[in-house]
């Protein structure tokens, strides 16, 4: 239930909540799109993006940009290894970590890929609220996080 209009602090807990479930119904849309139509998940979409714009790209530069654990990135990368989409070479300035690069069939896929993925948000955000709006909630978003991963709070002004 949305919080009370008469009640002019935020309820953050409706908001964590409506914020979570809308991850997930997006999630979902879009993963399912990209299975219907290319056998893939969303994170091989993230990661082929992700490879595609670190020229050196490593395993840990992919658990920075999305937030995830080394284990988890190393087991995605391993699919996507396996799938032709990408491949690893040593590199040349650690040994013990690998230089990840998108094969041509990694170059072929992403553009797909990512036409599919911004049809499908389109489609799911598109009506919703007006192009102004979603610019300033991909803002206030972007501010929150830098917020959650810092341990503090958004600035109330900004955000």
């Known amino acids: 239930m949305p919080p009370s209009t008469h009640d002019t602090s935020p309820d953050l807990r409706f908001l964590f909540s409506e914020l979570v479930r ?11 799109r990209l299975r219907a139509d290319f056998g893939v998940t969303l994170p091989v979409f993230e990661f082929l993006q992700v490879i595609s714009r670190n020229p050196a790209c490593r395993v840990n530069d992919i658990v920075a940009e999305l937030s995830i654990t080394v ?10 290894e396996a799938s032709g989409y990408c491949a690893r070479s040593a590199n040349p300035g650690d040994r013990r970590s690998s230089i990840i690069a ?3 069939a990694g170059k072929r896929l992403l553009p797909r890929l990512t036409a599919a993925v911004d049809d499908e948000l389109r489609s799911r955000l598109g009506g919703g609220i007006s192009d102004r709006s979603l610019v300033q909630l991909a803002g206030t978003l972007t501010r929150l996080r830098a917020a959650v991963q810092a341990g503090g709070t958004a600035d109330k002004k900004t955000a």
């Open 71 to 80: 284990g988890g990135a190393s087991k995605i990368v391993d699919r996507i």
């Open 102 to 104: 998108l094969t041509p």
């Open 22 to 32: 809308l991850e997930t119904e997006l999630w979902n849309a879009v993963e399912g």
